[in-house]
């Protein structure tokens, strides 16, 4: 069986197709409406809003919250890399407090020590002789004064650390000692040295001829003052200190009424006793300049 179909059976005209508004979706008839909508219709853009809350987890689930994807919660990690330089700069500047709060110790150590407590004003509590600050010798082996009693006193300084307390001053000065020894020395080269702690301690002591000033050994006390005075200045507990031991030479008899102090400066070829010093003794008594005449000694020891 076969269906012959000739070209002028029926044309295209004759072939009829649903118009839009014959469409059916569903039970929804969309006959004869020209403009249908499905949904919500939208004209223009679309702005979409997210939130974020700083809420913590516990109270939100509390208060009954649901956490969706819009929700961002930060626990300490996310805060702490959040603040990150804010806590950098905290760091900082405690490493730095405490750095200064160190360099300090020293200075407050030395107020305490130096300036805060009261000494008495007598020479013989001042005074720490060679047994007390534990000297190698307790006898002084060396020359005394080929002029008696010293015609000048000579001021030093020992270009070492300076001491705040008794223990720390004798350590410097058995170092003193020990190095003086050493270079051939009979003894420390001081007659008296003075610590930053306000006490007198003995060297060669009265009488003896110093290891200090060349060509004024055999006629002088020589007294140094613990530290360099070219970056530190004198307590008043050493200048105190300078003073009773001059008082008590003087009672002794072992100073010349008319004597002449000299800073080691204006007699050798030296800084000593520095700067800070030298501006000092100027304002002292018997303080003097030089002259040919004050060279005295034959030799020194």
């Known amino acids: ?32 409406c020209k403009d249908a909508t499905i949904g919500t219709k939208i004209d223009g853009n679309i702005i979409v809003n997210q939130y974020f809350t700083d809420t913590p987890a ?5 208060n009954g919250l649901t956490f969706t994807d819009s929700v961002v919660l930060e626990d300490w990690t996310q805060k702490l890399l959040k603040y990150k330089y804010v806590w950098l700069s905290l760091i900082l500047a405690v490493v730095v407090t405490t750095v200064l709060c160190i360099m300090l110790i020293p200075q407050s150590h030395a107020k305490n020590n130096s300036e805060d407590i009261q000494l008495p004003y007598n020479y013989s509590m001042r005074l720490r002789t060679r047994p007390e600050w534990f000297s190698m010798k307790t006898e002084v082996n060396c020359k005394p004064l080929s002029i008696h009693p010293a015609k000048f006193v000579i001021v030093a300084h020992t270009v070492t650390t300076n ?28 007659n008296f040295v003075i610590g ?22 055999c ?7 613990l530290g360099n005075y070219n970056l530190q200045y004198l307590s008043p507990k050493m200048e105190e200190a300078f003073k009773l ?11 010349a009424e008319d004597y002449k102090l000299f800073g080691q400066s204006q007699v050798r070829d030296s800084d000593s006793p520095g700067v ?15 002259k040919k005449e004050d060279l005295l000694c034959i030799e020194s020891n």
């Open 163 to 190: 001491c705040y307390k008794e223990i720390n001053c004798e350590n410097v000065l058995k170092s003193i000692q020990t190095y003086d020894i050493k270079n051939q020395l009979c003894d420390i080269s001081y």
């Open 276 to 290: 800070h010093v030298m501006e000092v003794i100027k304002k002292w008594k018997g303080w003097a300049k030089p």
């Open 219 to 225: 006629d002088s006390i020589g007294v140094a003052f």
């Open 1 to 32: 069986m076969s269906l012959d179909i000739k070209e002028n059976d029926f044309t295209v005209s004759e072939l009829k197709l649903p118009s839009p508004s014959d469409l059916c979706l569903g039970q929804i008839s969309l006959k004869n």
């Open 245 to 255: 031991l001059v008082e008590e030479g003087l009672k002794l008899g072992e100073i």
């Open 196 to 217: 930053g702690d306000g006490y007198i301690y003995e060297g060669r002591g009265w009488g003896k001829s110093g290891g200090h000033t060349f060509v004024f050994n």
């Open 58 to 62: 516990d109270k939100a689930l509390s």
